[in-house]
C-alpha cells in the first residue's frame, strides 16, 4: 500500500551485488504473501528488470530471481503464464546448467510451480528444453536437488500421455526406479509420485514403469515409516493395476496384493484409499484376480474402513471395492456376505443421501456396491437381516435370491419360515405384475398354502 514495490524496482539494477539480490529477495517474499501482491509485481514491470543480464549475474542473485518467478507463477495459471510471457523459461532452463546445486534447485522449483497448473503452461516447460536438464539434476549428490527435480518431472508428467512420454524419453523411469529404496523419505514421497504420473495415463508406460523392476522393490515403501511413502507407494500400483489383468497379476505374483492388504490394516484415514481403490481394480479385472483379494484375506480391512472411516470418500472407496470382490459368482459373493458387510452397506446407503455432491457419489457407490453382492449372492444367512430394513429397489433383488434359492433347498426352507422371512415376504407391497410380484409368487409357491397364509 505505501507503494513498496515501485521502490524496489530500480535496486534490483542497483551497482551493490547484495542490494541486488536482497531486493530480489523481498519481491520473492511479498509475491510469496498472496495473489494480489504476485499480481503486483507482474504489473509493476518488475520482471524485465529481475530476468535483464541474469546469466552475468552471481548465484546469490540467481537463487533470488528463480525465487521469485517460483513465488509469483505458484498462485494460479494466469500468474504461471505471466511468467513464461516474459521470456523467463529460458532463463530458468538456462540456470538448470548452473555449477551451483543452490541455482539448478532454485530454477527447478520454479519450472515445477509453472508445469503444475496445466498441459499448457507444462508443454512451455518441455519446449523450453528443462526434461533433459532435470533428469541430470536427479543424478545428482545433493539430496535436496534429487527431491525437486523429481516433483517437477512428477508435476511435468501428470497431464497428459504426451507429456509423460517426453519425460519417458528422457530416461527418467531407470533413474526414478533406482531411488525408491533411497533412505530418504522425501525424496521417496517424489520418486513414487513421479512414477505414478507416468503410469497412469496407460498400459504401454504402466508396463515401461514395470520393466525397471521395480516390483517387488516397491513393496517396502508400504511397510515405511513415512505416511507419505506408504500412501505414494499404495498409489504407484494402484496406477499400475488398474490398466489390465495382466499387470494386475504381476502384481498378485510380486506379493502386492497381500502388501497392500497390510498396508491398510496398519494405518488410517486418506493414506489408505490409494490401497482400497488397487484392490477394487485387482479384483474388477476377472474371477480369478477377484479370488486372489479373496484368499490373501482382503474382505476384512475392508469392511474395517467401511466401519472406522469417518469421510464419506473413504466409506465410499471400500464399498465401491467390495463390490467389484463381490460381483463375479456365488462363491465371491458369498465370501463378502458371510463377512456380515451387507447389514453395514445397507446401513449406509440408507444414511448418505445427503444432497451434497460428495455424498450423492458416496451413495451411488454404495448401492452399486449393494447390488453387485446381492445379484450373486445366495448366502441366504446373511440376506436375511436385510428383508427388514431395506428399501424397495434393494428389496427387489434381496426377494430376487431367495426365489432362485428356496425351490432348491429345504433346510433354506425351514430356516427362512422360522426366522420370519416368509412372514416379512408377505408384508411386502408389489406392484401386480411386477418382477417383484413374479419372485413373491416363487417364493410362496415353495410352501403349503396353510403356511402362507
Given at each position: 500500500?505505501?507503494?513498496?514495490?515501485?521502490?524496489?524496482?530500480?535496486?534490483?539494477?542497483?551497482?551493490?551485488?547484495?542490494?541486488?539480490?536482497?531486493?530480489?529477495?523481498?519481491?520473492?517474499?511479498?509475491?510469496?504473501?498472496?495473489?494480489?501482491?504476485?499480481?503486483?509485481?507482474?504489473?509493476?514491470?518488475?520482471?524485465?528488470?529481475?530476468?535483464?543480464?541474469?546469466?552475468?549475474?552471481?548465484?546469490?542473485?540467481?537463487?533470488?530471481?528463480?525465487?521469485?518467478?517460483?513465488?509469483?507463477?505458484?498462485?494460479?495459471?494466469?500468474?504461471?503464464?505471466?511468467?513464461?510471457?516474459?521470456?523467463?523459461?529460458?532463463?530458468?532452463?538456462?540456470?538448470?546448467?548452473?555449477?551451483?546445486?543452490?541455482?539448478?534447485?532454485?530454477?527447478?522449483?520454479?519450472?515445477?510451480?509453472?508445469?503444475?497448473?496445466?498441459?499448457?503452461?507444462?508443454?512451455?516447460?518441455?519446449?523450453?528444453?528443462?526434461?533433459?536438464?532435470?533428469?541430470?539434476?536427479?543424478?545428482?549428490?545433493?539430496?535436496?536437488?534429487k527431491?525437486?527435480?523429481?516433483?517437477?518431472?512428477?508435476?511435468?508428467?501428470?497431464?497428459?500421455?504426451?507429456?509423460?512420454?517426453?519425460?519417458?524419453?528422457?530416461?527418467?523411469?531407470?533413474?526414478?526406479?533406482?531411488?525408491?529404496?533411497?533412505?530418504?523419505?522425501?525424496?521417496?514421497?517424489?520418486?513414487?509420485?513421479?512414477?505414478?504420473?507416468?503410469?497412469?495415463?496407460?498400459?504401454?508406460?504402466?508396463?515401461?514403469?514395470?520393466?525397471?523392476?521395480?516390483?517387488?522393490?516397491v513393496?517396502?515403501?508400504?511397510?515405511?515409516?513415512?505416511?507419505?511413502?506408504?500412501?505414494?507407494?499404495?498409489?504407484?500400483?494402484?496406477?499400475?493395476?488398474?490398466?489390465?489383468?495382466?499387470?494386475?497379476?504381476?502384481?498378485?505374483?510380486?506379493g502386492?496384493?497381500?502388501?497392500?492388504?497390510?498396508?491398510?490394516?496398519?494405518?488410517?484415514?486418506?493414506?489408505?484409499?490409494?490401497?482400497?481403490?488397487?484392490?477394487?481394480?485387482?479384483?474388477?479385472?476377472?474371477?480369478?484376480?477377484?479370488?486372489?483379494?479373496?484368499?490373501?484375506?482382503?474382505?476384512?480391512?475392508?469392511?474395517v474402513?467401511?466401519?472406522?472411516?469417518?469421510?464419506?470418500?473413504i466409506?465410499?472407496?471400500?464399498?465401491?471395492?467390495?463390490?467389484?470382490?463381490?460381483?463375479?459368482?456365488?462363491?465371491h459373493?458369498?465370501?463378502?456376505?458371510?463377512?456380515?458387510?451387507?447389514?453395514?452397506?445397507?446401513?449406509?446407503?440408507?444414511?448418505?443421501?445427503?444432497?451434497?455432491?460428495?455424498?450423492?457419489?458416496?451413495?451411488?457407490?454404495?448401492?452399486?456396491?449393494l447390488?453387485?453382492?446381492?445379484q450373486?449372492?445366495?448366502?441366504?444367512?446373511?440376506?436375511?437381516?436385510?428383508?427388514?430394513?431395506?428399501?424397495?429397489?434393494?428389496?427387489?433383488?434381496?426377494?430376487?435370491?431367495?426365489?432362485?434359492?428356496?425351490p432348491?433347498?429345504?433346510?433354506?426352507?425351514?430356516?427362512?419360515?422360522?426366522?420370519?422371512?416368509?412372514?416379512?415376504?408377505?408384508?411386502?407391497?408389489?406392484?401386480?405384475?411386477?418382477?417383484?410380484?413374479?419372485?413373491?409368487?416363487?417364493?410362496?409357491?415353495?410352501?403349503?398354502?396353510?403356511?402362507?397364509?
Open positions: 500500500n505505501s507503494g513498496v514495490i515501485s521502490l524496489l524496482r530500480p535496486l534490483l539494477m542497483d551497482v551493490v551485488p547484495t542490494i541486488q539480490q536482497t531486493a530480489a529477495l523481498a519481491l520473492g517474499r511479498l509475491a510469496n504473501y498472496d495473489d494480489d501482491l504476485a499480481e503486483a509485481v507482474v504489473k509493476g514491470n518488475i520482471l524485465p528488470h529481475l530476468l535483464c543480464s541474469l546469466s552475468e549475474k552471481n548465484r546469490f542473485y540467481k537463487k533470488a530471481a528463480a525465487f521469485v518467478l517460483r513465488a509469483v507463477s505458484k498462485h494460479s495459471p494466469q500468474l504461471a503464464q505471466a511468467i513464461v510471457h516474459c521470456g523467463a523459461l529460458e532463463m530458468l532452463v538456462m540456470c538448470l546448467e548452473d555449477f551451483d546445486p543452490g541455482v539448478k534447485e532454485a530454477a527447478s522449483w520454479a519450472l515445477g510451480y509453472i508445469a503444475r497448473h496445466n498441459s499448457e503452461l507444462s508443454q512451455a516447460v518441455v519446449d523450453a528444453g528443462a526434461v533433459p536438464l532435470l533428469v541430470l539434476c536427479i543424478q545428482e549428490p545433493e539430496i535436496a536437488l527431491r525437486i527435480a523429481a516433483a517437477t518431472l512428477s508435476d511435468i508428467s501428470k497431464h497428459s500421455p504426451e507429456l509423460a512420454q517426453t519425460v519417458v524419453d528422457a530416461g527418467a523411469i531407470a533413474h526414478l526406479a533406482q531411488m525408491i529404496l533411497n533412505p530418504d523419505a522425501k525424496l521417496k514421497r517424489q520418486v513414487l509420485s513421479a512414477l505414478s504420473q507416468i503410469a497412469k495415463h496407460s498400459v504401454e508406460l504402466a508396463e515401461l514403469v514395470v520393466e525397471a523392476e521395480i516390483f517387488p522393490v513393496l517396502t515403501c508400504l511397510k515405511d515409516s513415512d505416511e507419505y511413502v506408504k500412501k505414494n507407494g499404495a498409489t504407484l500400483i494402484r496406477e499400475i493395476a488398474k490398466h489390465t489383468p495382466e499387470l494386475s497379476q504381476l502384481i498378485v505374483n510380486a502386492g496384493v497381500a502388501a497392500v492388504i497390510d498396508c491398510i490394516g496398519s494405518c488410517r484415514g486418506t493414506v489408505r484409499l490409494p490401497g482400497i481403490m488397487m484392490l477394487g481394480y485387482v479384483a474388477a479385472h476377472s474371477e480369478n484376480l477377484s479370488m486372489a483379494v479373496i484368499i490373501s484375506k482382503g474382505i476384512t480391512p475392508l469392511c474402513c467401511l466401519i472406522e472411516e469417518q469421510e464419506d470418500h466409506k465410499a472407496a471400500a464399498a465401491w471395492a467390495l463390490g467389484q470382490v463381490g460381483k463375479h459368482t456365488p462363491e459373493a458369498r465370501a463378502v456376505a458371510a463377512a456380515n458387510v451387507l447389514p453395514t452397506l445397507l446401513a449406509m446407503y440408507m444414511d448418505i443421501h445427503s444432497s451434497e455432491d460428495l455424498q450423492m457419489k458416496a451413495s451411488i457407490l454404495t448401492k452399486k456396491a447390488k453387485n453382492i446381492l450373486k449372492c445366495t448366502y441366504l444367512p446373511a440376506l436375511e437381516p436385510l428383508l427388514h430394513d431395506a428399501p424397495p429397489n434393494i428389496m427387489k433383488h434381496i426377494v430376487g435370491q431367495f426365489s432362485k434359492v428356496l432348491h433347498d429345504s433346510k433354506a426352507r425351514r430356516l427362512f419360515v422360522t426366522t420370519g422371512g416368509l412372514k416379512k415376504v408377505q408384508e411386502i407391497k408389489a406392484e401386480p405384475g411386477s418382477l417383484l410380484q413374479e419372485y413373491i409368487n416363487a417364493i410362496n409357491n415353495c410352501y403349503p398354502e396353510e403356511i402362507v397364509r
